[in-house]
Every structure is written in structure tokens, then in C-alpha cells.
């Protein structure tokens, strides 16, 4: 959208320019207080130039102004479902965590590592989101400066904690090189060191990025309150994780085929 905006802005000072000599030619064409009838310029082939400069360049703003006007809700919407993805994906994450803290015997390999592509891909579309505003001065579109400070500021921190995910795969790991050493096969890994202190750490970490995304969803609820409910959606999320229960082998194999 930068490239819109920034057509714009050109379009309707250059429209006006035109216009302000167009209309001096014409009123020079009553008054005469500037001759222009010679062999190579007159009044009006001056006003003929002028004027059709000003209505092409018119007729293109236009034509952008109503590009720029089907845009922008399209854009603020990708805003939103990205922005919401990416906090219910860490909000997942960080559930698993606790879970896996609460009880050791559901402790996955790979309940953080399978997340990273996704949180990944999703980080990659906020960065390549291009949303401007025509007027986005004085704090009349915050959103624009929320998601400008996110991808410079904050995108890289998020995306340097997702890359931490894979610690807890490795801590696991190493604890169990350490068990087999050790032949303490009746232990639980969760309970060693390395695990438990990964674990905490990575849970420690995952608020800060939750508020960082709420921040942008309140900002989008606040910017357009009858298009986006983020504290209904916010909610729905928290209680679906909080309910949510992973499902028993034994259960799924006394589960009836699904059909379609």
C-alpha cells in the first residue's frame, strides 16, 4: 500500500499545481495581463495543455484513491487474522508448557518444535504486510505505527524466541544421555535438571510476547472496534486451552470411523 499512498500524495499535488494554471491561464484569457499570442504559445493552447494534464493526472488519483479505498479493510483484516494466529499459536505453546511442568507423563519431544514452522511462516507474513495510511500523522491511524515498531522492533526478538523452542528438544535429550549414563531408567525425564530449568525459562518467556501481540489486538479493536473483537476472541482462546485434553490412545481406538 506504500506505493498507493505515495501515488497519491504525487497525483493530488500535481493535480492541484495543474488546476492553479489552468485556472491563471484562464482568467489571463479574459483579463490580459500577460500576453501569450505568438507563433509558438497562446492562451489557448496553454490552457489546452494545462487543463489536459490536470485531468489526466485527476482522473489517475481518482482511480488510485478508489484502489487505495478497496484495499485498506482487506489489508487491516490480514493484520488482524495474523496477528491473532500468531498470539493463539504462542498462547498454545505456552499452555503446553505448563502442562508438561504440571505432568511430567505428557511431556511431548516435539510439542514446541512442531510449532516452529508455523510460527515462523506466520512472523514472515506480518514482515511482508506493506500497510500505510494516506493520513497517519498526529496519531490518527495508530495501527500504522503499532505494526511499523512491531516489524522493526519486536519481530526480530519473537522471532529470535522461536528459535528457542528447539532448547527444550535438546535439553530432553541430553537428560536422557545423562539417565541411560546413569542407568536410572525408572526415572522421569521431566524431573532432571536440564528439561525442568528449559521448560521454565521458555514459560518465563512467552508472556512477554503475548502482551506484545495484545498490544497490536486491542490497538486493531480500538482503530475498528465494530470489525474486530479481540477480548471475545482473546477469550474463546484462553478457554479453549484451558479446557483442552489430550486424548488418551486407549479413547481414539474406541472411537467409531468418521464418515463424511
Same mark, same amino acid.
Request: with cysteine; proline share 3%; hydrophobic share 45%.
Given at each position: 500500500?506504500?506505493?498507493?499512498?505515495?501515488?497519491?500524495?504525487?497525483?493530488?499535488?500535481?493535480?492541484?499545481?495543474?488546476?492553479?494554471?489552468?485556472?491563471?491561464?484562464?482568467?489571463?484569457?479574459?483579463?490580459?495581463?500577460?500576453?501569450?499570442?505568438?507563433?509558438?504559445?497562446?492562451?489557448?493552447?496553454?490552457?489546452?495543455?494545462?487543463?489536459?494534464?490536470?485531468?489526466?493526472?485527476?482522473?489517475?488519483?481518482?482511480?488510485?484513491?478508489?484502489?487505495?479505498?478497496?484495499?485498506?479493510?482487506?489489508?487491516?483484516?490480514?493484520?488482524?487474522?495474523?496477528?491473532?494466529?500468531?498470539?493463539?499459536?504462542?498462547?498454545?505453546?505456552?499452555? /503446553?508448557?505448563?502442562?508438561?511442568?504440571?505432568?511430567?507423563?505428557?511431556?511431548? %519431544?516435539?510439542? $514446541?518444535?512442531? #510449532? &516452529? !514452522?508455523?510460527?515462523?511462516?506466520?512472523?514472515?507474513?506480518?514482515?511482508?504486510?506493506?500497510?500505510?495510511?494516506?493520513?497517519?500523522?498526529?496519531?490518527?491511524?495508530?495501527?500504522?505505527?503499532?505494526?511499523?515498531?512491531?516489524?522493526?522492533?519486536?519481530?526480530?526478538?519473537?522471532?529470535?524466541?522461536?528459535?528457542?523452542?528447539?532448547?527444550?528438544?535438546?535439553?530432553?535429550?541430553?537428560?536422557?544421555?545423562?539417565?541411560?549414563?546413569?542407568?536410572?531408567? /525408572?526415572?522421569?525425564?521431566?524431573?532432571?535438571?536440564?528439561?525442568?530449568?528449559? %521448560?521454565?525459562? $521458555?514459560?518465563? #518467556? &512467552? !508472556?512477554?510476547?503475548?502482551?506484545?501481540?495484545?498490544?497490536?489486538?486491542?490497538?486493531?479493536?480500538?482503530?475498528?472496534?465494530?470489525?474486530?473483537?479481540?477480548?471475545?476472541?482473546?477469550?474463546?482462546?484462553?478457554?479453549?486451552?484451558?479446557?483442552?485434553?489430550?486424548?488418551?490412545?486407549?479413547?481414539?481406538?474406541?472411537?467409531?470411523?468418521?464418515?463424511?
Amino acid at each position: 500500500m506504500t506505493s498507493i499512498v505515495k501515488n497519491i500524495k504525487y497525483l493530488a499535488i500535481l493535480s492541484l499545481v495543474f488546476a492553479i494554471l489552468s485556472f491563471l491561464v484562464s482568467i489571463n484569457m479574459e483579463l490580459h495581463f500577460l500576453q501569450l499570442h505568438c507563433i509558438f504559445l497562446s492562451n489557448s493552447f496553454a490552457f489546452a495543455i494545462l487543463s489536459g494534464v490536470f485531468v489526466s493526472s485527476f482522473a489517475v488519483l481518482l482511480i488510485d484513491i478508489y484502489d487505495y479505498h478497496n484495499k485498506k479493510p482487506f489489508f487491516e483484516q490480514l493484520l488482524w487474522v495474523n496477528y491473532a494466529n500468531l498470539y493463539g499459536q504462542f498462547l498454545s505453546a505456552q499452555y /503446553n508448557i505448563k502442562r508438561a511442568l504440571n505432568n511430567p507423563q505428557q511431556l511431548y %519431544l516435539q510439542i $514446541l518444535r512442531q #510449532q &516452529i !514452522p508455523t510460527l515462523k511462516s506466520i512472523i514472515g507474513t506480518i514482515q511482508t504486510i506493506d500497510y500505510a495510511t494516506i493520513f497517519n500523522y498526529c496519531e490518527r491511524n495508530p495501527l500504522v505505527l503499532m505494526h511499523k515498531d512491531f516489524i522493526q522492533s519486536k519481530a526480530p526478538i519473537i522471532s529470535s524466541i522461536i528459535d528457542d523452542f528447539i532448547y527444550l528438544e535438546l535439553a530432553v535429550n541430553t537428560d536422557k544421555m545423562k539417565q541411560l549414563e546413569l542407568q536410572l531408567n /525408572n526415572s522421569n525425564v521431566i524431573e532432571k535438571q536440564l528439561t525442568n530449568e528449559t %521448560l521454565i525459562k $521458555l514459560e518465563h #518467556q &512467552i !508472556p512477554v510476547v503475548l502482551k506484545a501481540l495484545d498490544d497490536v489486538l486491542v490497538t486493531c479493536e480500538r482503530h475498528k472496534p465494530k470489525q474486530f473483537s479481540w477480548q471475545k476472541t482473546k477469550t474463546q482462546l484462553i478457554s479453549f486451552q484451558t479446557n483442552f485434553n489430550f486424548q488418551e490412545i486407549e479413547d481414539f481406538l474406541k472411537e467409531d470411523i468418521k464418515t463424511l
